[in-house]
């Protein structure tokens, strides 16, 4: 986990922390063994997404107090599992992602030129 990158060679960065997300609920997009699902891209919630999401048998929109896990609305950020981001891309709803705070890992699943289009900040790609 230390000294992690992101898909643009650079330090990763804090996804979020509010809510605080991450397979290690560190705030940041970090992998190691146990993260069979490979919670790497880290992307900006929108209705489409989560309703998307939702159908597929993961709904991130309702809160589990249980976990401490508060339901995501649009706008939030969330480290999604590579796998999921890349199945929303082909059916044309992915969520917008910041480059800066996804895994390099997540370039196992998916490419450089395919999430570039989706970044939020333009002008870091």
């Known amino acids: 986990m230390t000294d992690a990158t ?27 063994a146990g993260d ?26 309702t809160p589990i107090p249980a976990f401490q ?11 999604l599992c590579a796998s999921r981001w890349k199945e929303a891309m082909d059916d ?5 992602v910041d480059l800066e705070a996804t895994h390099a890992s997540a370039l196992e699943y998916v490419s450089l030129d395919e999430l570039k289009p989706f970044a939020l900040d333009k002008g870091s790609v």
């Open 6 to 32: 992101n898909v643009l060679g650079g330090e990763l960065s804090t996804c979020s922390t509010s809510p605080m997300t991450g397979f290690f609920r560190d705030g940041c997009c970090n992998t190691g």
């Open 69 to 79: 896990f508060p339901g995501l609305k649009p706008g939030d950020r969330w480290c």
């Open 92 to 96: 044309g709803v992915a969520p917008p």
């Open 36 to 61: 069979r699902g490979a919670h790497v891209v880290c992307a900006q919630m929108t209705a489409e997404f989560l309703r998307y999401t939702k159908a597929q048998g993961n709904d991130l929109s």
